[in-house]
């Protein structure tokens, strides 16, 4: 994988400008902050980012991946100022879980997701290191 930052940009703070990469990809449907069983542990903003950033790594992990795999997000957030609000706790879960803010990222504030308790819900796609042939 390759972060791309053109000639005399600065180094955007919590994502990459561009990211090139070759392998396998793996496309990561939108997923929310409920565990396993479809349960919301917590309405706290932050707490429901954690999660869903679990749910993303369970994901890259059952496809032979590592978080560090992930090449794009797409963050969709109910409140954009809760987002902000959250953000040094939604950071640390993103270095615990994820690692590197290498990947490209948009965050987008919409009116409302599908379950109606959720309040981050977040796509990605991933590139899979190509596997020697046996």
């Given at each position: 994988?390759?972060?791309?930052?053109?000639?005399?940009?600065?180094?955007?703070?919590g994502?990459?400008?561009g990211?090139?990469?070759?392998?396998?990809?793996?496309?990561?449907?939108?997923?929310?902050?409920?565990?396993?069983q479809?349960?919301?542990?917590?309405?706290?903003?932050?707490?429901?980012a954690?999660q869903?950033?679990?749910?993303?790594?369970?994901?890259?992990?059952?496809?032979?991946?590592?978080?560090?795999n992930?090449?794009?997000?797409?963050?969709?957030?109910?409140?954009?100022?809760?987002?902000?609000?959250a953000?040094?706790e939604?950071?640390?879960?993103?270095?615990?879980?994820?690692?590197?803010?290498?990947?490209?990222?948009?965050?987008?504030e919409?009116?409302?997701?599908?379950?109606?308790?959720?309040?981050?819900e977040?796509?990605?796609?991933?590139?899979l290191?190509?596997?020697?042939?046996?």
């Open positions: 994988m390759e972060v791309i930052l053109p000639t005399g940009w600065p180094r955007p703070k994502y990459a400008n990211v090139a990469a070759s392998g396998k990809m793996l496309f990561i449907a939108g997923m929310i902050g409920w565990d396993a479809g349960r919301f542990e917590s309405d706290d903003f932050a707490v429901q954690r869903a950033l679990k749910n993303i790594a369970d994901v890259v992990r059952e496809a032979g991946g590592k978080p560090e992930i090449v794009r997000m797409t963050w969709y957030v109910t409140d954009k100022r809760e987002y902000l609000a953000a040094r939604v950071g640390q879960a993103f270095r615990e879980i994820i690692g590197s803010y290498n990947a490209a990222m948009t965050a987008v919409v009116k409302a997701l599908i379950e109606d308790r959720a309040k981050v977040i796509e990605a796609t991933a590139v290191p190509d596997q020697p042939s046996t």
